[in-house]
């Protein structure tokens, strides 16, 4: 006889696992199902986790072999010990999974392994180590999403390698391309430009970060070519060739032209991601989905069957575990009574290189696309003592507020801890409050988050430190 519960979530992702344990947190009986002998999805366990984990240690070993003598520490030779490294990030995965665990035991989540399959509505197949049946009064379908692929560039997760592969090459490639200049092409390039790796970008369009502020965009670029990598946008690559000693890029312009060759010893494709629908039954049970493949839900994420909701990667919005994380909130909240809502707009983007950069809201060229009357507030942080203090000054904040009602419409930061700052704006915005409110709250000295402030302060072109 199938177990019975109240709610069967299918993905242990950080959308799924934090819907679980909130749901049971609520009186449900849960069960969460995932294909992986460790929780954490994707994120947890080849995604976000992992590549920041990355982030940081290659961070600390070019700081190290840059040298720090103008500061007053000395230090030897500095070299890399990659297997350690790699150790390192695979122990914070580990750590983290059990974390999980430990969560679901305490909350009393039910955790099956398994690939799951939707029969009908109410009942779930399982199938892993012992195949087995599950039913609930409703499914949440929780699958996250793939890495997209490309047309002309076989992914053997070697040498030509989709974000999990480039998680964990043996050795530092000579030169490594990356197909596509968004947040993880951008992150991982990073990584293996401080390792050692001589880093060439190449993007469809005529900008990074396509979704992001283009002044801040252009920064950013120039900032991480001061750091080594090259760019090649407005460029589109065919195909690719694998040899023994090098893999052959072939490209052209994005808007037509002679082609040409480029050799690396690895390809990075990272030109997004596509939700994770296929082997759940999607098509036989009628749930609808949109042209790209996302899930369709209603308000309550419920989709157009019912009983069925879905929350993540799988449905339209930003693909991003706090997202997620806030979807599968809002969505058991809602089965319990309550009234919860998740605002697409005031997700928050980050990307964790260094500098970082986050945005929040609008940017310039939709206010402008829109017709929207705003005035705009920037400080930069060469101008912050705690920066100064801490030798990191590369950056600014930009702040733009509504030019009548002063409601902060939009924060965009490239700079130090910028990834944190952001959160500040995001909790001013969620409760429609200005420029004004953030310039009149009082803020520690010396601190980056002074910045903010001071931004919000040249909304109004009264800057004290600038």
Same mark, same amino acid.
């Given at each position: 006889?199938?177990?019975?519960?109240?709610?069967?979530?299918?993905?242990?992702?950080?959308?799924?696992?934090?819907?679980?344990?909130?749901?049971?947190?609520?009186?449900?009986?849960?069960?969460?199902?995932?294909?992986?002998?460790?929780?954490?999805?994707?994120?947890?366990? @080849?995604?976000?986790?992992?590549?920041?984990?990355?982030?940081?240690?290659?961070?600390?070993?070019?700081?190290?072999?840059?040298?720090?003598?103008?500061?007053?520490?000395?230090?030897?030779?500095?070299?890399?010990?990659?297997?350690?490294?790699?150790?390192?990030?695979?122990?914070? #995965?580990?750590?983290?999974?059990?974390?999980?665990?430990?969560?679901?035991?305490?909350?009393?989540?039910?955790?099956?392994?398994?690939?799951?399959?939707?029969?009908?509505?109410?009942?779930?197949?399982?199938?892993?180590?012992?195949?087995?049946? @599950? /039913?609930?009064?409703?499914?949440?379908?929780?699958?996250?999403?793939?890495?997209?692929?490309?047309?002309?560039?076989?992914?053997?997760?070697?040498?030509?390698?989709?974000?999990?592969?480039?998680?964990?090459?043996? /050795? =530092?490639?000579?030169?490594?391309?990356?197909?596509?200049?968004?947040?993880?092409?951008?992150?991982?390039?990073?990584?293996?430009?401080?390792?050692?790796?001589?880093?060439?970008?190449?993007?469809?369009?005529?900008?990074?970060?396509?979704?992001?502020?283009?002044?801040?965009?252009?920064?950013?670029?120039?900032?991480?070519?001061? /750091?080594?990598?090259?760019?090649?946008?407005?460029?589109?690559?065919?195909?690719?060739?694998?040899?023994?000693?090098?893999?052959?890029?072939?490209?052209?312009?994005? /808007?037509?032209?002679?082609?040409?060759?480029?050799?690396?010893?690895?390809?990075?494709?990272?030109?997004?991601?596509?939700?994770?629908?296929?082997?759940?039954?999607?098509?036989?049970?009628?749930?609808?989905?949109?042209?790209?493949?996302?899930?369709?839900?209603?308000?309550?994420?419920?989709?157009?069957?019912?009983?069925?909701?879905?929350?993540?990667?799988?449905?339209?919005?930003?693909?991003?575990?706090?997202?997620?994380?806030?979807?599968?909130?809002?969505? =058991?909240?809602? !089965? &319990?009574?309550?009234?919860?809502?998740?605002?697409?707009?005031? @997700?928050?983007?980050? #990307?964790?290189?260094?500098?970082?950069?986050?945005?929040?809201?609008?940017?310039?060229?939709?206010?402008?696309?829109?017709?929207?009357?705003?005035?705009?507030?920037?400080?930069?942080?060469?101008?912050?003592?705690?920066?100064?203090?801490?030798?990191?000054?590369?950056?600014? @904040?930009?702040?733009?507020?509504?030019?009548?009602?002063?409601?902060?419409?939009? #924060?965009?930061?490239?700079?130090?801890?910028?990834?944190?700052?952001?959160?500040?704006?995001?909790?001013? !915005? &969620?409760?429609?409050?200005?420029?004004?409110?953030?310039?009149?709250?009082?803020?520690?000295?010396?601190?980056?988050?002074?910045?903010?402030?001071?931004?919000?302060?040249?909304?109004?072109?009264?800057?004290?430190?600038?």
């Amino acid at each position: 006889m199938a177990d019975h519960y109240d709610l069967a979530v299918i993905g242990a992702g950080p959308g799924g696992y934090v819907a679980a344990i909130r749901a049971a947190q609520l009186g449900m009986k849960v069960a969460c199902i995932d294909e992986r002998p460790t929780l954490g999805g994707t994120c947890l366990n @080849v995604g976000c986790i992992p590549s920041k984990a990355l982030l940081s240690t290659s961070e600390k070993f070019a700081a190290a072999r840059a040298g720090m003598s103008r500061i007053g520490i000395e230090t030897g030779e500095v070299t890399l010990n990659l297997a350690n490294m790699l150790a390192h990030k695979e122990k914070v #995965v580990h750590d983290l999974t059990r974390g999980i665990e430990f969560l679901f035991s305490k909350n009393g989540v039910s955790r099956i392994t398994g690939t799951a399959r939707i029969e009908a509505v109410g009942r779930v197949a399982v199938e892993g180590d012992g195949s087995n049946h @599950v /039913q609930a009064d409703r499914i949440m379908i929780a699958t996250g999403s793939d890495s997209m692929p490309l047309d002309g560039l076989e992914v053997d997760e070697r040498r030509v390698v989709t974000s999990t592969g480039a998680l964990s090459f043996e /050795q =530092v490639p000579e030169h490594l391309v990356v197909v596509g200049g968004g947040y993880i092409g951008l992150e991982m390039g990073s990584v293996w430009s401080r390792l050692g790796s001589r880093v060439t970008v190449i993007e469809f369009l005529d900008r990074i970060v396509p979704g992001m502020d283009r002044e801040i965009g252009e920064r950013f670029r120039r900032a991480l070519r001061r /750091q080594g990598l090259q760019f090649r946008l407005s460029t589109r690559v065919t195909g690719a060739t694998v040899c023994d000693d090098a893999i052959a890029v072939a490209l052209e312009p994005a /808007q037509g032209g002679d082609a040409e060759t480029v050799e690396c010893d690895a390809v990075l494709v990272a030109i997004g991601r596509r939700p994770r629908t296929a082997g759940l039954g999607l098509e036989e049970l009628g749930v609808a989905r949109d042209r790209h493949g996302f899930i369709e839900v209603d308000e309550d994420f419920e989709t157009s069957v019912s009983g069925i909701f879905a929350i993540g990667d799988c449905i339209r919005g930003p693909m991003l575990a706090h997202k997620a994380e806030e979807d599968g909130v809002a969505a =058991v909240e809602i !089965m &319990a009574g309550l009234s919860a809502h998740v605002d697409y707009a005031l @997700v928050p983007g980050i #990307v964790y290189t260094h500098p970082e950069v986050a945005a929040i809201g609008e940017t310039e060229e939709t206010l402008k696309e829109g017709g929207v009357s705003y005035r705009r507030g920037v400080f930069p942080f060469s101008a912050n003592s705690r920066a100064r203090a801490s030798g990191d000054i590369e950056g600014l @904040v930009k702040m733009l507020a509504h030019a009548d009602t002063d409601r902060v419409l939009g #924060v965009h930061i490239i700079g130090p801890e910028a990834g944190t700052l952001i959160h500040e704006c995001a909790a001013v !915005m &969620a409760f429609g409050g200005s420029a004004e409110d953030i310039a009149r709250t009082c803020h520690g000295h010396p601190t980056l988050s002074e910045a903010v402030k001071e931004a919000a302060l040249a909304v109004d072109e009264r800057p004290i430190h600038a």
